[in-house]
């Protein structure tokens, strides 16, 4: 139930764009991207919502607005986080995650992936 599965990490210079996408076994409601970088917190980015008759909803970090934007595709029942202007500092590996509602704590989704890793050079 709730399995997720990302894709998309790969190795890239500074200001360059990568695409991650997260396929999912099943519709929720919020999905949600995380990252985590070695000795840090898993860090909240980004969350959606979205379903038919339900209001659409979006949010992001201070730290990524304006450089990600992450949207879904609920037929294909895939979330996607696309990443513009990378920074060493993005460095880390993102997780996709799951929840009925959104919140911005990792604690509050109920399901995720395994993680897949960005490495941005300078």
């Known amino acids: 139930q709730g399995r997720l599965a990302e894709s998309g990490g790969d190795s890239v210079q500074a200001g360059g764009s990568l695409r991650l996408s997260c396929a999912a076994s099943?519709?929720?409601?919020?999905m949600g991207w995380f990252r985590q970088a070695p000795g840090k917190e898993r860090e909240w980015l980004a969350s959606i919502g979205s379903g038919d008759g339900i209001p659409y909803y979006t949010d992001y970090a201070d730290s990524v607005k304006g450089r990600f934007t992450v949207s879904r595709d609920n037929a294909k029942n895939t979330l996607y986080l696309q990443m513009n202007s990378l920074k060493p500092e993005d460095t880390a590996v993102y997780y996709c995650?799951?929840?009925?509602?959104?919140?911005?704590?990792?604690?509050?989704?109920?399901?995720w992936g395994q993680g897949t890793q960005v490495t941005v050079s300078s």
């Open positions: 995650a799951a929840n009925r509602f959104c919140t911005t704590s990792a604690r509050g989704f109920a399901y």
């Open positions: 099943e519709y929720t409601y919020c």
